[in-house]
């Protein structure tokens, strides 16, 4: 378009959206240029125009637009003595990148702490529970505690979160891991074994025993039969007539002086 050699660049712009029936609204929404900015262009106000960079992205898309050479805008943009981009100058920032990049930030750090939790919660599963019990593994060298009742209460406590058994039986734990469970000896050795499991399967397990001897009876009394009985009466009745005869034939005796001693 040679008719365009010395006009400036707000002419040459100008011309050519006559030529093809654009308006300044209508080269606004085809080109998604703020109206401002083209309005600055069209009256060659460049000190409202950004840094120079912007400027020749403006150019290349209204030549796009309005089917011309971006050269020919380029060429008139550069002969003008405008504010170019320095070593300060700086693109503008997207606000819908920064919102974006926020999102995600906020997406990592929230990932980040459910890492964080699952690996603390997976680290204190994946530790051998410990238990505690009042039965003691041992007392004086022997491997079993002795005790006179028959009833015993087995007492402990473990992790609030983990399952207690007693030789296979399901105990409650309470909100503070205590557990107990009354048992009835037998007589002699009574073993108990004892466990305590993790809900990722880590387990613990101890045996305890408790010797309990059942107190020995007393024996009944041995009632005698009735003939044993008359017997016994009959001779201690024939003992005592005996010693009563005698004692009166000695007071005789003592009484009459006719009777030599």
Do not use: C
């Amino acid at each position: 378009m040679n008719n365009m050699n010395g006009s400036n660049l707000g002419e040459i712009i100008t011309e050519l959206m006559e030529t093809r029936g654009f308006s300044l609204e209508k080269l606004t929404e085809s080109t998604n240029i703020n109206k401002r900015y083209i309005s600055a262009l069209l009256a060659n106000d460049f000190k409202a125009l950004p840094a120079a960079p912007y400027v020749r992205g403006y150019l290349f898309k209204i030549a796009e637009i309005l089917e011309a050479d971006p050269n020919e805008l380029q060429n008139a943009y550069a002969q003008l003595e405008l504010k170019t981009s320095g070593k300060n100058d700086r693109l503008p920032g997207n606000k819908f990148v920064v919102v974006k990049s926020k999102k995600g930030i906020l997406a990592i750090l929230a990932g980040l702490v459910v890492l964080t939790s699952f690996i603390i919660h997976w680290s204190i599963a994946s530790r051998t529970p410990e238990i505690t019990v009042n039965i003691p593994e041992s007392v004086e060298d022997q491997d079993y505690l002795t005790v006179k009742d028959m009833a015993f209460i087995i007492e402990g406590q473990a992790d609030k979160k983990d399952s207690v058994f007693i030789n296979n039986e399901p105990i409650p734990v309470d909100y503070k891991g205590f557990f107990s469970k009354e048992v009835s000896l037998n007589d002699g050795i009574n073993t108990f074994e004892i466990k305590v499991q993790r809900f990722l399967g880590k387990e613990t397990d101890i045996t305890r025993k408790i010797f309990y001897t059942a107190p020995v009876a007393a024996e009944p009394a041995i009632e005698k039969s009735g003939s044993e009985k008359s017997s016994t009466d009959t001779g201690t009745k024939d003992k005592k007539e005996g010693q009563t005869e005698t004692g009166s034939k000695n007071d005789t005796a003592s009484s009459d002086p006719s009777i030599e001693q």
